[in-house]
C-alpha cells in the first residue's frame, strides 16, 4: 500500500545540522516535497525534487533522494531556534489520478 | 488579502448541527483541495476540484460535502459530524491539479462534541 514513514521527533543544538529523513513505498512518484507547518499555521512548501534527480540545494536547504532505497532526507545547515517546527515528507503523482501522500511529521526541536 | 484564507479559523459544532468551512484563494490558480489533519496522523486528501470540477474524492463519507462555485471558492459542507471528525481541515490552491506546488491555508480548527 501507499506509506510514507518519518521519525516523530528530532532535537538539535542551534548551529548544528538537522537531518530529517523519510521512506516511502510508490516508486512513481513524480515529486517529492518538503514541507513545514509552525505552531496554528498551514502548511509552507520548502523544496521539492523531481523523481529522476538525486539532490536538490536550495540555500541552508538540501534535498537527498535515494530511489533505490525510496529514502528522502532533509538537511537544514546551521539550524536556528525560528527552525523549530514540524516537517512532512510527501510524494506526489498525477497519472489519470491525483495522490498527494504525506508522512505523519517530524517535530524539530531547536535548543539555544 | 494575499494567499489562501479559510475561516472560521475555530469552530466547534454538535453532533447534529449543520455547518460550513469556507476557503478562498488570491492566487489565480485552478486547482483547489480540501484536506484532514488528525492528530498523529498522516495529512488526508479529501478532494480535489479543478476549474470546478470535481475531479478526486478519496473515499469520504458523505456527511463531508464540497462545493466550488468558482475557482477562487471553495466549501466544506458538514453534517451529522462524529466526534472523530474533530480535526483541523487544510484547503490548499495550485496551479492546475497536479502541480509540483501547492499552497496552504492556515486550516479551521474543528471540534465536534
Known amino acids: 500500500g501507499e506509506d510514507v514513514e518519518q521519525s516523530l521527533f528530532l532535537s538539535v543544538r542551534e548551529g548544528d545540522s538537522s537531518v530529517i529523513n523519510c521512506t516511502y513505498t510508490?516508486?512513481?512518484?513524480?515529486?517529492l516535497y518538503w514541507y513545514k507547518q509552525e505552531p496554528g499555521a498551514g502548511l509552507q512548501l520548502l523544496t521539492y525534487i523531481f523523481s529522476n534527480m538525486d539532490m536538490k540545494q536550495d540555500q541552508r536547504l538540501t534535498v537527498l533522494l535515494n530511489k533505490k532505497d525510496k529514502h528522502l532526507s532533509l538537511r537544514i545547515a546551521d539550524t536556528q531556534t525560528g527552525d523549530s517546527a514540524i516537517y512532512f515528507c510527501?510524494?506526489?503523482?498525477?497519472?489519470?489520478?491525483?495522490?498527494?501522500?504525506f508522512g505523519t511529521g517530524t517535530r524539530l526541536k531547536v535548543l539555544a | 488579502e494575499t494567499g489562501v484564507t479559510q475561516t472560521p479559523r475555530h469552530l466547534v459544532m454538535g453532533m447534529t448541527n449543520k455547518k460550513s468551512l469556507k476557503c478562498e484563494q488570491h492566487l489565480g490558480h485552478n486547482a483547489m483541495y480540501w484536506y484532514k489533519q488528525s492528530a498523529k496522523k498522516p495529512l488526508e486528501l479529501m478532494f480535489v476540484?479543478?476549474?470546478?470540477?470535481?475531479?478526486e474524492n478519496n473515499s469520504v463519507p458523505s456527511r463531508f460535502s464540497p462545493e466550488c462555485p468558482n475557482s477562487s471558492h471553495l466549501f466544506l459542507h458538514l453534517h451529522t459530524l462524529q466526534p472523530e471528525d474533530s480535526a483541523l481541515y487544510l484547503c490548499?490552491?495550485?496551479?492546475?491539479?497536479?502541480?509540483?506546488?501547492?499552497?496552504f491555508g492556515p486550516g479551521t480548527r474543528l471540534t465536534v462534541t
Open positions: 476540484y479543478s476549474l470546478e470540477e470535481r475531479v
Open positions: 490548499a490552491s495550485s496551479q492546475e491539479a497536479g502541480s509540483y506546488e501547492q499552497y
Open positions: 510508490d516508486s512513481s512518484s513524480t515529486y
Open positions: 510527501a510524494e506526489m503523482w498525477a497519472s489519470g489520478t491525483y495522490k498527494y501522500i
